[in-house]
């Protein structure tokens, strides 16, 4: 499925007469101009799946929130969104091929990562409260407690509940399961399985970070069938070799000058893990 058709830059030169007219002297940068000009990017055409693949400071984390302000997606994590946005928001143009659902948004690494914080704030709650539940249930099972008027009634209940049950069936009783049942990698996996639905365009920025190689594995898997079965369309930000091998994937490699169209194996950083490999590759086949 296909919402985004394409998107528009201001060039060199319309950024440049943006900034002439400008006469405030207290700004040190115009973010996000001249930023995509240093490329050469002025248009990105997009399929079911677009990534973009470039090193640090290319604009791919910049292409990505620029699309998602222009479109008014969904977002959680705050960015850098300078006082220039606006005027750049409007030197660009979008074409739409089918109405952005409303579930669309962008999800950034910092969105997982303050995800996996507040699952071990959780947890270390609930590791405290599960502690405080110990001594509450050695205490009721071994109190010489009586009831003496109806205000002991729920003590009475618990003391009960304490001397009929082990002290596992007592915790499970009085809290919550302990929701570590993940670890930080399947904890980033479980973020983008729930967040991203059905008939959704989804913004991605370097979704592998917190993700180990079999995790990377699953979530590629997990996005090609999204897209080939499920009605989604992702433009993906990523240093990856598994996310970059996506079946039918448009590649932008940002490090070009121009920026150019590539397949995956043509690209720098999967190149230098192809070769390393090859240098390797009697370590083996050793029996």
Not at 100 to 106: K, R, W
Not at 187 to 214: C, M, R, T, W
């Amino acid at each position: 499925m296909i919402y985004l058709e394409s998107i528009s830059f201001p060039d060199a030169d319309r950024e440049f007469d943006f900034i002439l007219k400008e006469k405030h002297t207290c700004y040190d940068t115009f973010y996000p101009f001249q930023i995509l000009p240093r490329h050469h990017l002025e248009q990105l055409v997009f399929e079911p799946v677009t990534i973009l693949y470039g090193g640090n400071g290319t604009g791919k984390s910049t292409v990505l929130n620029i699309i998602a302000e222009k479109l008014g997606l969904n977002r959680e994590s705050r960015f850098n969104r300078s006082n220039f946005y606006p005027d750049y928001l409007h030197l660009c143009s979008v074409r739409i091929r089918e109405p952005i659902p409303e579930n669309s948004s962008i999800i950034t690494s910092d969105d997982v990562f303050d995800y996996m914080l507040n699952i071990r704030s959780l947890n270390e709650g609930l590791d405290r409260r599960r502690e405080e539940i110990f001594e509450e249930y050695l205490d009721a099972k071994y109190s010489n407690f009586r009831m003496k008027s109806m205000g002991d009634y729920e003590r009475l209940k618990k003391v009960n509940s304490a001397r009929r049950k082990t002290q596992s069936q007592f915790v499970r009783q009085e809290m919550m399961d302990n929701i570590r049942e993940y670890s930080n990698g399947e904890s980033a996996f479980h973020y983008f399985a729930e967040k991203i639905e059905e008939q959704g365009l989804y913004l991605l920025d370097e979704p592998e970070n917190s993700l180990s190689v079999e995790r990377q594995q699953e979530l590629l898997t997990f996005l090609e069938n999204s897209a080939r079965f499920f009605g989604c369309q992702f433009v993906i930000s990523t240093h990856s070799p598994f996310i970059l091998a996506a079946r039918g994937a448009r590649i932008y490699d940002l490090d070009e000058d121009p920026v150019d169209v590539k397949k995956w194996s043509e690209l720098g950083s999967v190149r230098v893990y192809y070769e390393f490999f090859q240098k390797h590759q009697d370590e083996f086949e050793e029996d």
